[in-house]
């Protein structure tokens, strides 16, 4: 039986301009899908993604649950006998994702290209000008620094911050839902003795993330390894160090006790606070030094990566810069600074479903139903 | 008026045509061999192509016409150390290593016997063992035995010496330097096979029931380490499923980044030793394109119809040893099927390509290569590059080369 194939030319060119420049490279040798530690016994990736890729299968393409299995570990490329970099194609197919599964998809072609970063920047800078003219028009308070003179939480920074992780969280959960109906599309269906997705998902978060288990399994990826965990549990320091602050800020208006920011130094949520930003810096400094250092035969860098990381050295360093010029009692510098931080947090949430960070979803999602329809690495 | 003679660098198939081709229109010839014999890689074979001859057919005709015509000379042991001057007048020197047997030689034994020093036998790839005397090969050209010095105990043991009869022993033997003149030089410096130990995937060399192709040859060959019984290397079992891994190393950017033209059929051939041996042996052979340049088809073909013959597309990526029976573990993704499998072996074969030899070991003599180290002018000084100096060749076409260099030389001679 012979199969007439009608090549998307278009989509291999989306696909080359989203960081699979190498891809018609590939001869179809198999290394990549041996060499993969993470790749399963049946239709094994990513050799199969590099054919469909040259033959343009956007359809094929698109739902493949296979791109969120890959923890870019550049194994393959590595091992690649042309050069055709098969993990840049799935990171490629990934960033491609990020703009097709979330809606609006106007966000997506934004964060597409370095040419849109005057809007995505643009947005929150102006709307916290905005907010900071109508709280103080402008001025810089007198007194002691305290950043909620500018950006009082009550009527500002929650209301704000609020609405963007609603909307956030209603994106994500629409996409989840076509992402998980297009593997069913795909033929990809849970057995009838297969776990409950939650149950796979706890998996999963127990097994795999927290101890970044899957990222360790290859060589290649041991320089990469200690980057991603710091800057990943430094998010989750900062996170816990938000819900803490949160809930003594509604405590104590509610019934009056709890914390009041800023913080003392010695305060155990602030100690946290500190250590998770000094590991987010530390391990950006990994991640940054390894995309520099990068074997451009092996590997290149995308957009998506770069401004992941940039947002994120944007986040980090204006956050601890704020905190240093109000301790130096430098108000100016202190109140502009943290202006720039509430833009970095911004850009990093308000666009996180079209963002490299989507993976955090994204990935953790597809993890979660591999493991509940049995996808798992040969000899796993 | 230029020189009329002939340098040939190699004394390989190749080499040996080109000289013979040159000699016998008239011109002087000296061949220039590093090895103690000559025959290159095709005295190590146990058949070649095209019509799997055993080598003695091919190379004995041609040791007969070097004999046969004073017209050529022949330096074992000999490297160029450097050339200068130019087409026409090409002054060449020449090291000589010692061999420590000189002419009266008759091929014995009796050093052998007496000699206390056991070496590993490069020849046979490691496969065997020979004395620190020993004779090159069971056809050796010229029949002459020769003194391994990196590990003979020298005029302290002298058991040898003492054993030949026909003083054919000198220990004392030193290097010697000659320059010859020559009008016009051809490159026949051939090809070494892949080092293994770079392919840390595929074993790197460690794993000891992982051969290479060239080692297939040793252990199939009737005059082989094993007397020409195909049998794994560590405990000398039969083996009963046996893989071929094709392109270890070749047509890879990390390692050769072309393809070696007949390691295909060199594999190919294999089955036919192992068939010869095993009649129920099973072979799988991985591949990524299958390389059958030619009339090569048919034989393709015939192999083929083995039904005990599986040919899987899918490159090896990984090899790894079950220590408990010495098997091998091959991984591959079978492309036609979508699935990734281990296959447990008993035996098997990395399909490894050649390099240049002067990619390995540099060539005193300015001549321009690509990035590979393949031999690509110099035809405007009078050199020549023939065979698989020029690009990996079987030894029929290396020859078809070797006659065509042989007449270039001679027309740059006559000039």
Redesign the interface.
């Known amino acids: 039986m012979s199969t007439r194939i009608e090549p998307n030319v278009q989509f291999i060119r989306e696909m080359q301009a989203a960081g699979g420049e190498s891809l018609k490279k590939c ?9 993969c530690p993470l ?6 990736f990513p ?2 993604e590099m054919v469909w890729a040259q033959w343009g299968l956007k359809d094929k393409l698109v739902n493949d649950i296979d791109i969120w299995l890959c923890h870019n570990c550049g194994e393959c490329s590595d ?1 690649c ?3 055709a970099k098969p993990g840049d194609l799935l990171a490629a197919l990934r960033n491609m994702a990020y703009k097709s599964l979330s809606k609006p998809a106007i966000i997506g072609e934004w964060m597409s290209s370095a040419k849109y970063l005057p809007i995505l920047f643009g947005i929150p800078a102006a709307l916290f000008l905005i907010v900071w003219a109508l709280t103080t028009g402008l001025t810089i308070p007198d007194g002691e620094i305290i950043f909620a003179k500018v950006y009082p939480t009550l009527q500002t920074i929650d209301p704000i911050f609020i609405l963007t992780v609603l909307f956030v969280v209603f994106t994500f959960a629409t996409s989840i839902k076509g992402m998980l109906s297009s593997f069913k599309a795909n033929g990809l269906e849970p057995k009838e003795d297969s776990p409950s997705f939650f149950k796979s998902l706890i998996d999963v978060v127990k097994d795999e993330i927290i101890s970044h288990r899957k990222f360790k399994d290859c060589e290649s990826n041991k320089d990469r390894y200690p980057g991603h965990l710091l800057v990943f549990y430094g998010f989750i320091a900062l996170a816990v160090v938000t819900g803490i602050i949160a809930f003594f800020y509604w405590t104590n208006k509610l019934f009056g006790f709890g914390m009041v920011t800023p913080l003392a130094l010695w305060n155990p949520v602030k100690i946290l606070a500190n250590a998770g930003g000094i590991a987010l810096i530390v391990g950006l400094v990994f991640m940054t030094r390894n995309r520099l250092n990068a074997d451009p ?1 092996k590997t290149i860098n995308s957009f998506y990566d770069w401004y992941l990381i940039g947002v994120i050295w944007f986040v980090a360093v204006t956050g601890m810069l704020a905190q240093i010029f109000r301790l130096a009692d430098a108000a100016a510098p202190a109140y502009i600074v943290y202006y720039l931080h509430l833009v970095s947090v911004f850009m990093l949430f308000a666009y996180l479903p079209w963002s490299k960070l989507a993976h955090l979803v994204y990935r953790t999602v597809a993890l979660a139903y591999a493991r509940q329809i049995g996808r798992k690495g ?2 796993e | 008026m230029s020189n009329s003679s002939i340098l040939v660098i190699g004394g390989g198939f190749s080499g040996l045509t080109a000289a013979l081709e040159a000699a016998e229109v008239g011109h002087e010839v000296f061949i220039v061999e590093k090895m103690p014999y000559l025959g290159g890689r095709v005295a190590q074979l146990k058949h070649y192509f095209p019509k799997l001859c055993p080598p003695s057919c091919g190379l004995e005709i041609n040791f007969q016409r070097i004999k046969n015509n004073p017209r050529v000379k022949h330096f074992t042991l000999a490297e160029v150390v450097s050339v200068s001057g130019g087409p026409g007048n090409y002054d060449v020197k020449i090291k000589i290593s010692p061999r420590y047997v000189n002419n009266n030689c008759t091929a014995c034994d009796k050093c052998v016997e007496v000699c206390p020093v056991e070496r590993d036998s490069a020849y046979d790839f490691d496969l065997g063992k020979t004395k620190a005397v020993y004779r090159p090969h069971l056809m050796s050209f010229p029949m002459r035995y020769v003194i391994d010095d990196q590990v003979c105990e020298g005029s302290s043991c002298a058991k040898c010496v003492e054993a030949c009869e026909y003083q054919a022993i000198d220990l004392e033997e030193k290097e010697k330097e000659i320059t010859i003149s020559v009008g016009s030089i051809v490159v026949a410096t051939g090809w070494e096979p892949y080092d293994v130990s770079k392919l840390t ?1 595929l074993g790197a060399g460690q794993i000891s029931n992982v051969i290479t192709n060239m080692q297939m040859e040793r252990l199939a060959a009737p005059a082989g380490p094993t007397t020409g019984k195909i049998q794994r290397p560590s405990d000398g079992e039969e083996p009963k499923r046996i893989a071929f891994v094709q ?1 270890a190393g070749s ?5 050769l980044d072309y393809c070696s033209y007949i390691c295909c059929m060199a594999s190919l051939k294999h089955c036919t030793y192992i068939r010869e041996q095993y009649p129920d042996a099973e072979v799988v052979i991985y591949y ?2 299958l390389r059958a340049p030619g009339r090569y088809e048919k034989f393709l073909n015939k192999i083929q119809q083995d039904e005990k013959v599986l040919m899987v597309k ?5 090899i790894e040893e079950d220590s408990a029976t010495g098997d091998v573990i091959v ?3 079978d ?1 036609m099927g ?5 296959e447990k072996f008993n035996m098997v074969v990395l399909a490894t390509g050649m390099q240049p030899s002067i990619a390995v070991n540099e060539l005193a003599l300015e001549v321009p290569k690509d990035e590979e180290g393949f031999i690509t002018g110099g035809e405007d000084k009078g050199i020549f590059a023939v065979g698989c100096a020029k690009m990996p060749l079987d030894v029929m076409t290396s020859a078809e080369t070797a006659t065509g260099a042989a007449l270039k030389a001679i027309q740059t001679v006559r000039r």
Do not use: M, W
Request: aromatic share 2%.
């Open positions: 001869y179809q040798c198999a290394t990549c899908s041996v060499i790749s399963p016994e049946e239709a094994p050799r199969k091992n006998p042309r050069g035969k040969l000899g | 995937n392109c047509r890879d950017q990390n390692h990524i394109d899918g490159k090896v990526a990984k991984t591959a993704e492309i979508g699935v990734k499998k281990e």
